[in-house]
């Protein structure tokens, strides 16, 4: 018996889709692979589809909702189902048309060109296209047509089971994120346990974060389920985020959803008509905890970016939420408020983290330079802001010292330095 074909491949690869749509895994495989695989589940091969060259070669595995394709036969069987497809959504495109005026009762008694057969065999075919190559976005949408015309919660709900198949593979496709952000849109407003869909969202995203660094695309999709999660499940999200940002401290995204779920809280309390953002006790001690657990990392894991910045946006929701400017910090100590005090404190607690982060010890390593830059223009920043939004001047940071660090840290940068100094102080 010689090699199959490549529509025989495309059948097999349908025909197990079919047979398993709970699949959550695929993987792409080298034939010497398929061996080890049997072997380590301690079991004779079971495959589908075996080449009888050898008992080795094989071209797919399937076995508890994990299904692996060969590399080897993966152009063939991509050409076929690229056909394959367009052939269908040709077919479908025409007839959608012709049938658009009758309803399907009466068009489904015409079978060999039933909306019907072709709605499933379009469906059919862009699952296995999609499946090896993640961003063709003409299946995507040829799928989003059928799914709109059927409005079926069951059909939907696969739809999410069969995206998170591709993104076991294409983690960074944005394609596929872009389909199940359309899918939790269309079934948002008829879903009873849309809060269990959300919190499932979140742990792909987790899972996926750990196998595939740097991934803002499946974090922009995190931080996009927020406004369809519910207030108890916000603080959830940022209690469990928070043991996931310690042990990725350089990846700006995790930091970047952590903002997103405080800006939820925040916005919370504002649209709440019987309480205030700028009073609410529970935002202002979140707020601090998270400054002190930020100041902690920061000293803790030297020269990563992603923790200053961070910084930056929790003195910005500070000043918008809980500072005051001039005109209260005038009065008596004992007739300011709460407010005043805090950003008082503040600057004293951001000058002694300045100093303690710009003290560059002799080494080699380029880590503490980092440090000392990040600090001082976190310094520069902050001074800027207080000068713009509450007319605050920072009376104790000297530039000498800001220029001292930054020249010291990069000396070949003292032009750039020069320049940004310049400009704080002009504001």
Request: hydrophobic share 40%; proline share 3%.
């Amino acid at each position: 018996m010689g090699e199959p074909g490549p529509l025989e491949l495309l059948n097999q690869l349908e025909g197990i889709l079919e047979s398993d749509p709970l699949i959550d895994e695929i993987g792409f495989i080298h034939p010497s692979q398929f061996a080890a695989l049997n072997e380590d589940i301690g079991t004779p091969s079971t495959s589908v589809g075996s080449v009888p060259k050898s008992s080795f070669e094989t071209i797919f595995w399937a076995r508890d909702h994990k299904l692996g394709i060969s590399t080897r036969v993966l152009f063939p069987l991509y050409v076929a189902a690229k056909n394959a497809f367009v052939d269908a959504y040709k077919s479908y495109k025409v007839h959608r048309s012709i049938y658009n005026e009758r309803d399907d009762k009466n068009a489904s008694t015409c079978p060999s060109s039933s909306p019907l057969r072709l709605e499933s065999e379009l469906m059919k075919h862009s699952r296995a296209l999609l499946l090896l190559s993640s961003d063709f976005g003409s299946a995507w949408n040829s799928r989003k047509l059928v799914l709109s015309k059927k409005q079926s919660l069951s059909m939907f709900m696969n739809e999410l089971i069969f995206s998170a198949a591709v993104l076991s593979h294409s983690p960074k496709s944005e394609q596929t994120w872009s389909q199940r952000r359309w899918v939790i849109k269309m079934i948002a407003g008829n879903c009873s346990n849309l809060q269990e869909i959300m919190e499932r969202e979140s742990e792909l995203v987790k899972k996926l974060a750990e196998r595939s660094k740097m991934n803002y695309r499946a974090w922009n999709h995190r931080c996009w389920l927020v406004s369809y999660m519910s207030g108890e499940q916000v603080l959830q999200e940022f209690d469990k985020s928070r043991h996931w940002a310690v042990l990725h401290v350089a990846d700006n995204s995790c930091f970047h959803y952590r903002a997103r779920l405080m800006l939820r809280l925040f916005e919370e309390s504002q649209h709440n008509k019987d309480r205030d953002a700028s009073f609410d006790p529970e935002l202002h001690e979140l707020l601090k905890e998270e400054f002190n657990w930020v100041e902690k990392l920061i000293k803790r894991y030297v020269g990563r970016e992603a923790l200053w910045l961070h910084r930056r946006f929790l003195l910005t929701c500070w000043i918008r939420y809980f500072a005051c400017g001039d005109d209260d910090r005038s009065l008596p100590s004992n007739q300011r408020n709460i407010k005043t005090v805090d950003i008082d404190m503040l600057i004293d607690n951001e000058l002694e983290l300045f100093r303690s982060c710009t003290n560059v010890p002799d080494s080699d390593f380029e880590d503490h330079k980092a440090q000392a830059t990040f600090a001082a223009t976190y310094m520069m920043w902050l001074k800027k802001q207080l000068s713009m939004t509450l007319s605050i001047d920072i009376q104790k940071l000297e530039t000498s010292r800001l220029k001292s660090v930054l020249t010291n840290a990069y000396p070949e940068k003292s032009f750039l330095w020069n320049s940004l100094l310049e400009l704080c102080e002009s504001t």
